[in-house]
């Protein structure tokens, strides 16, 4: 049975978590929100979830943690069927959805205030390069030479087409969201006839990716995508260890920010020489090896080889929770995680 549209609204201003699958997965998510409260202890938060993880919530003693539960059908819990049906899940009158390997840094009251004017958007850049949705290797030079990202765009009637980091959606119009979702979910149906490979084709990911059918569905619709890169005021920077100063809960969060966004899309090479020597390079530029020194609102591991020190920081997190002296530690004792 799919989830009934939410009607009655649980607040104006609040953040929804998505959990499913292995209980892992419940740990990042409850990470997060700790990291959430250290800066926002106002407003909600609503998390959809399967019944096996509400089931640990409530045996672990941690369903305090969120304001809302709700029931997550098994045919919502991916990635895709979650965020292609967010206006399913819109529990206030203004929604922040958010991805479960997130670190918050800051006071996102700033942000709030700037996603206002939008009935629904999604951290992205304005124009996709050509690595999304495509091959990651050097094969995406067979779609460079071939112009298929063109054809893409031509056979659907597209102008131009974003680059969508859905890790930071927001939502406050139904009409327009249920839009939204429902012409990605036709633009995915539709999958042959674009460039666009299957993300599980990656190694080490096993779900369909969400993210280019939704920027060809606010092409179509011609709805704008919020600004990924801001510099100081940017709502969400990519973990890497190398151009990220932490301590060890995350506390005190400061990246290496480069000012040209061709530079700064060299973060994402695996290797860290190869990295080093191309800022070095192009930064014989005038500009071009301008960076800053920054704290996003949000750090975000969503690079599959840079996980790993979110894993130790979720099973930090939850063995601090859930062991306290060799007991479960009650609802009020989350507290050693609020800001200093």
């Not at 480069?258 to 192009?282: A, H, M, P, T």
């Not at 996003?296 to 979110?310: A, D, I, R, T, V």
Request: aromatic share 14%; with cysteine; charged share 25%.
């Amino acid at each position: 049975m799919l989830t009934s549209l939410i009607k009655e609204k649980k607040g104006k201003q609040g953040y929804v978590y998505v959990s499913y699958g292995h209980p892992k997965y419940l740990k990042h998510t409850i990470a997060s929100v700790i990291t959430l409260r250290r800066y926002d202890q106002s407003r909600p938060v609503a998390l959809a979830c399967s019944d096996k993880q509400r089931k640990i919530l409530d045996e672990q003693g941690l369903a305090h943690l969120f304001d809302v539960i709700h029931p997550l059908p098994e045919e919502h819990a991916s990635i895709v069927g979650f965020k292609h049906n967010v206006h399913k899940y819109m529990f206030f009158e203004e929604n922040m959805y958010l991805d479960s390997d997130i670190v918050w840094c800051k006071d996102p009251e700033t942000l709030w205030s700037s996603l206002e004017k939008f009935e629904f958007t999604i951290t992205g850049n304005l124009v996709s390069d050509s690595f999304f949705g495509a091959p990651k290797g050097i094969s995406f030079l067979i779609d460079v030479f071939t112009g298929r990202r063109k054809k893409t765009l031509k056979k659907f009637g597209l102008t131009y087409l974003s680059r969508v980091q859905s890790g930071i959606m927001y939502a406050a119009d139904y009409e327009t969201t249920k839009h939204v979702c429902e012409l990605a979910g036709e633009m995915l149906d539709r999958k042959d006839e674009t460039h666009f490979r299957s993300r599980k084709m990656e190694h080490g990911r096993t779900m369909e990716s969400c993210e280019w059918s939704l920027a060809m569905a606010m092409s179509k619709l011609n709805i704008p995508i919020y600004p990924w890169l801001q510099g100081h005021e940017s709502p969400q920077l990519d973990y890497i260890a190398d151009l990220t100063e932490h301590d060890d809960e995350y506390q005190y969060v400061k990246c290496k920010y480069y000012c040209n966004d061709f530079v700064y899309s060299f973060r994402g090479l695996k290797s860290e020489k190869l990295r080093s020597l191309l800022i070095s390079i192009f930064g014989l530029m005038p500009g071009k090896g301008d960076h800053m020194w920054t704290t996003p609102y949000c750090l975000h591991f969503g690079w599959y080889h840079q996980k790993e020190p979110f894993y130790k920081f979720a099973e930090y997190v939850w063995k601090r929770l859930t062991i306290v002296d060799g007991a479960k530690p009650s609802a009020g004792k989350s507290s050693y995680f609020e800001a200093k």
